[in-house]
């Protein structure tokens, strides 16, 4: 890590922080391929390897049903990912505010889940569901909209479970709850070459590093479309 844990030489602890350069092992470099916009591209190392790295580890592909929960800075990038991998997504969503915005990033469907009709519609039709949401959330409605076999995967809940996950909803049709992180440098690297061959990009606010009072505060409104960007060049200023 980059802070927060002992430096690998000395054995001191890491600060992290910002700086105009930086001396690190090659193992941990990452080279960002040509004609990729840096600003944009910077949240793909963050939100776009959390949402990649599962898509990729369980075989997200061509032909695949893949629901994604949550319309935020990873619900958007999984829309993008999913479709570049070939899958017909569908965003899932409790707000109708977020209908078309979904569709603008590339939905192929998109569902209100606080609506019972459009939820009952399209129970045990998803082969995965990607839950991007990071507060506690009844996942029982979700997972019975997948499949025989069908796999949920949580990237942004870190609380306990609540409500409880009803077993029958996974024992009945076989299915699998299951959890991921980031990923590696070889799957991050991976990840950038795609984005940069099917022009992906995080979508993106630019602000000033004098500006990240103002922006925290509307971070916590949810008021940004999807993440604030730093210019490090206003570190100068």
């Known amino acids: 890590m980059t802070y927060g ?26 080279q960002m391929p040509d004609g990729i916009d840096l600003a944009s591209a910077a949240p793909i190392l963050c939100a776009g390897i959390t949402t990649y790295s599962p898509l990729k580890h369980h075989g997200v592909g061509k032909g695949h ?27 899932f ?44 959330h009844d996942l029982n409605p979700y997972l019975a909209t997948l499949r025989y076999d069908g796999t949920h995967i949580l990237v942004g809940l870190m609380d306990p479970i609540e409500p409880a996950v009803e077993g029958f909803n ?17 799957e991050t690297q991976e990840l950038l070459k ?15 590093i004098q500006e990240i009072n103002t922006a925290f505060e509307r971070m916590e409104k949810g008021d940004v479309r999807y993440r604030f960007v730093i210019d490090m060049q206003s570190l100068k200023r």
């Open 93 to 136: 969503t409790r707000s109708e505010a977020k209908v078309e915005e979904a569709k603008r990033n590339g939905a192929d469907h998109v569902v209100v889940s606080s609506d019972q009709a459009q939820m009952d519609a399209v129970a045990e039709t998803f082969d995965f569901m990607l839950d991007t949401v990071p507060v506690q």
């Open 65 to 91: 049903k893949v629901g994604i929960i949550g319309m935020g800075g990873l619900g958007h990038m999984g829309v993008k990912l999913a479709k570049a991998l070939g899958a017909e997504v569908t965003v």
């Open 5 to 30: 844990s002992p430096d690998r030489q000395d054995g001191t602890l890491t600060q992290g922080g910002y700086s105009d350069s930086i001396v690190v092992s090659e193992h941990f470099v990452l």
């Open 170 to 186: 996974l024992i009945f049709k076989r299915r699998v709850l299951a959890g991921s992180l980031i990923g590696g440098i070889p």
């Open 194 to 208: 795609l984005c940069a061959e099917q022009n992906i990009t995080c979508d993106v606010e630019m602000i000033d």
